[in-house]
């Protein structure tokens, strides 16, 4: 089953450190394409990839998949 989370999670914590999608593609190795496809549920990051995100994005690996601080945000703005 593909994650419907991981879209708003990287998002949140990518513009929380203040870094676009095309500096994050980069230090991912990526096309800014394929992080693009990322944040808008048309490409799911692969084991390796969520590892190295979460490295980037300074977060441990579960964040990216599942956030209490992030699931708050999103249930108060709706």
């Known amino acids: 089953m593909k994650n419907t989370f991981i879209d708003k999670s990287i998002k949140y914590y990518r513009k929380k450190l203040k870094i676009n999608q095309s500096v994050l593609a980069e230090r991912l190795g990526i ?13 799911y990051p692969n084991a390796e990839v969520a590892e190295q995100l979460a490295e980037i994005l300074e977060i441990p690996i579960g964040k990216i998949y599942s956030d209490e601080e992030l699931n708050l945000i999103i249930f108060r703005s709706n």
Do not use: G
Request: neutral net charge; charged residues 30%; without cysteine.
């Open 31 to 43: 096309t800014l394409t394929d992080m693009s496809f990322i944040e808008n549920k048309k490409l």
